[in-house]
């Protein structure tokens, strides 16, 4: 008995010194935003692909129950592809299936994440948090091919 006490101490000191100390935060670089007016920000209101100069791209996405906009997402083979994302209600999570592009996408806040897909093809996104009744239906596309700058 007292070693499981002991373990259950120590586990809630972890969890204090963790949170206190070493600020324990959402995934990403803790930029927010306010979820209810997202459709009016000048960057999420208009969610979209934009092809900079240097072919790398960049993805403003909204994931809202229960979808993913915009949908397709088109991007470029082999050049850095740097996701902003940001959910309009809930918790929701965004993977590309079959890459390391894996984060939650959280209310408040914006997640950042930058990915180079090698090969072109067709990739599915899917919701890994559990947000509602329908989150097992929360998919969408990402499209990999040559894209003119
Ligand atoms: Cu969105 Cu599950």
């Not at 403003?60 to 088109?74: K, L, N, T």
Request: aromatic share 8%.
């Amino acid at each position: 008995m007292w070693l499981a006490s002991g373990l259950i101490a120590a586990f809630l000191a972890a969890i204090v010194f963790a949170s206190v100390s070493q600020a324990i935060h959402p995934p990403s670089h803790l930029e927010t935003i306010d979820p209810v007016t997202i459709y009016d920000d000048p960057e999420f209101g208009d969610p979209g692909v934009t092809i900079r100069e240097d072919g790398s791209a960049l993805v403003v996405g909204v994931a809202e129950m229960f979808f993913f906009e915009p949908d397709p997402i088109e991007v470029p083979v082999g050049r850095p592809v740097t996701f902003r994302l940001t959910s309009a209600d809930v918790i929701h999570g965004f993977q590309v299936v079959g890459t390391n592009a894996n984060t939650m996408v959280i209310p408040g806040y914006v997640s950042e994440l930058t990915v180079t897909f090698s090969e072109p093809g067709e990739k599915l996104i899917l919701c890994n948090e559990y947000c509602g009744l329908l989150h097992h239906e929360m998919m969408g596309r990402l499209v990999v091919k040559e894209v003119a700058p």
